[in-house]
């Protein structure tokens, strides 16, 4: 077995199951997904460690359990369209991706979007990587069986909820008082909306607008740019 995927097994072991997260669907994802792709060289020996990771532009690789929790908490049926809001390594996306998820993920960062399409279209994921504002969702794919916010939010956008199929989930790390999160899940019923509370946590901050590196000069407009 190569040795990524033993320290991985052990990453499962000791920081996700006994946190309680049980979807083998997750684990199995967790299990084959090489961490070490989505982190800088210098800190390969780190990756499975048991927190967030720099990835460069101030940002990061959320932590492994932070990642299987908000993906249990989607609920996920099989082969749904999900939208990640936040891409940065790529991480979440290709956990998603692995999972049979048709993934569309939004990054405001252009270089960061870039290296995340890059990396994923290189590891074998079909995962459109759209460069833009993530507050405004990706309407052109939309509906979506789910949306997953992994930057810390200071409200909910409508937009979120508006691409949301009936009978799919939101999570969202909201803000609750500067420097701490706390996942919300709403569910979009026919009735209405059904929100619930799960832990608290600290995400980088969801931003307005796009980043500015020389990237989003070179194309069409945010929001229209997709890796397939
Ligand atoms: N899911 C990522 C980690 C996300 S870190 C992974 O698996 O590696 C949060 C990311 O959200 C950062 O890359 C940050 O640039 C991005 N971000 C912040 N505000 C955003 C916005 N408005 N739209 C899209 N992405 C945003």
Request: proline share 8%.
């Amino acid at each position: 077995m190569k040795p990524w995927r033993e320290r991985a097994r052990r990453m499962i072991e000791t920081q996700i199951r006994p946190r309680g997260i049980r979807d083998t669907r997750i684990l199995a994802a967790l299990e084959r997904v090489d961490r070490t792709e989505f982190v800088p060289e210098d800190l390969a020996p780190l990756a499975d460690a048991d927190g967030p990771l720099p990835i460069g532009e101030g940002q990061t690789v959320s932590q492994p359990y932070m990642v299987a929790l908000m993906t249990e908490l989607l609920a996920l049926p099989e082969r749904t369209r999900v939208l990640e809001i936040g891409t940065g390594s790529g991480y979440q996306a290709a956990i998603l991706a692995e999972m049979g998820m048709e993934v569309v993920s939004v990054e405001r960062i252009g270089s960061l979007a870039r290296a995340a399409r890059e990396r994923l279209a290189r590891l074998g994921y079909r995962v459109s990587v759209v460069h833009g504002d993530g507050r405004l969702g990706v309407p052109e794919m939309a509906p979506y069986g789910a949306v997953l916010v992994t930057a810390g939010a200071p409200r909910v956008e409508r937009a979120w909820t508006d691409q949301l199929s009936e009978g799919g989930r939101l999570v969202v790390p909201l803000v609750i008082q500067p420097g701490l999160e706390r996942l919300l899940v709403r569910l979009k019923t026919p009735a209405g909306f059904q929100d619930s509370w799960s832990e608290y946590c600290r995400f980088v901050p969801l931003l307005p607008g796009t980043g500015n590196d020389s990237y989003e000069h070179d194309g069409p407009p945010p929001g229209s740019r997709f890796s397939k």
